[in-house]
């Protein structure tokens, strides 16, 4: 039997180089190998309260773009979180085993907090429980996640483990991030510190949908400084960013020739930016050309999340039916 693979990805909006090299490309190449799941977390999103137009057009915006990016839907399951309510469930049962001082611990809540103090709610103390939920309730083995998602995947092998230990069962398995390079990724953004993210602003964020005008405009005006002044200087954090995201688009013989540069004091910072937004615009056109595409087949579309929706609650029915029994709760009538 093929090991099972989940994913997924918040509808916040566009999806962003981060998100493409830290899960996306991954999953794409796990397709032939394992039986995946990708979906959209709509459910996740509702902690920031978008609004319901935005909240329906972002999720029907990021099923184009997994689907421009080549998650094929002949090999993968994809759907909407919020289309399979078994997993709504099963985070109420896994709610019961999930501590407050292990929640309130998790590096992404203490971000959330600190970013958005008006707005610690229930849910965002919870996300972890939930993102257990969707990799457990498939019995994934593989999550292709960046960096930052590490913790997440512990805390679900926790819950999990826990579940297991309480009702003297041996059911949900131990599942790990997954990537194919030796280490998860975790790509910077453009503005000079941090990871590529939404929350860090528009400007920090090169989208898959950004046309190449956009693209060479937010490069050109990435942070970096006046220029190293000694020969092998050590590089601050904006340049080095702006090198590591060079290695993700650019050939090895292109990181090369800038380095040296950089460590000669030679480099020009204009023409070094010139290159990156070129390689960038090479690397995003493909998925740029066929989000075109598919926006503009409603039909297909529908017909991917609807298929996605039965597959996917299929498999989440049967577990939803193990954990009642194995937790004890009975039709008494
Ligand atoms: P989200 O939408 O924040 O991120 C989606 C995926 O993109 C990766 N990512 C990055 N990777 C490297 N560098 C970056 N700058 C960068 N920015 C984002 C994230 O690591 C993630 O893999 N909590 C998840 C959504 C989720 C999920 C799940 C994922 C909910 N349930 C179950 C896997 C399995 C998240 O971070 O979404």
Do not use: W
């Amino acid at each position: 039997m093929k090991e099972t693979v989940v994913s997924g990805i918040r509808s916040t909006g566009k999806l962003h180089l981060g998100n493409y090299y830290g899960a996306l490309s991954n999953f794409v190449k796990m397709q032939n190998d394992y039986n995946c799941f990708f979906f959209i977390a709509d459910l996740h999103s509702l902690t920031t309260h978008p609004t319901p137009g935005d909240l329906s057009r972002t999720v029907r915006q990021v099923v184009m773009e997994y689907l421009a990016a080549g998650i094929d839907p002949e090999k993968s399951t994809i759907y909407i979180q919020s289309d399979v309510p078994e997993v709504a469930e099963l985070y109420l049962y896994m709610n019961m085993n999930a501590y407050l001082g292990e929640l309130e611990r998790a590096a992404a809540f203490k971000d959330k907090v600190r970013d958005n103090p008006d707005n610690v709610n229930a849910g965002l103390v919870t996300y972890p429980v939930l993102m257990a939920c969707d990799i457990l309730i498939h019995h994934a083995t593989k999550v292709p996640v960046g960096k930052d998602q590490e913790q997440h995947l512990e805390m679900t092998r926790t819950f999990g483990n826990r579940f297991n230990r309480l009702y003297n069962v041996d059911y949900f398995k131990e599942a790990f991030a997954f990537s194919y390079s030796d280490k998860l990724v975790k790509i910077p953004g453009l503005d000079g510190n941090g990871k590529m993210g939404k929350s860090n602003g528009d400007a920090s964020c090169i989208y898959l949908s950004d046309t190449p005008e956009v693209i060479r405009k937010k490069v050109m005006r990435a942070v970096s400084d006046s220029g190293p002044t000694e020969m092998n200087q050590p590089k601050p954090e904006s340049i080095q960013n702006l090198f590591d995201l060079m290695s993700i688009v650019s050939t090895p013989d292109t990181v090369e020739h800038f380095n040296e540069l950089y460590n000669k004091c030679e480099i020009r910072y204009g023409d070094f930016k010139k290159q990156l937004a070129e390689d960038m615009v090479l690397a995003t056109e493909p998925v740029r050309s066929r989000i075109e595409a598919i926006s503009a087949d409603e039909e297909y579309v529908q017909k991917v999340i609807r298929i996605g929706a039965e597959k996917a609650g299929e498999s989440a029915r049967k577990t939803l039916k193990e954990v009642r029994e194995i937790i004890g709760i009975k039709k008494l009538y």
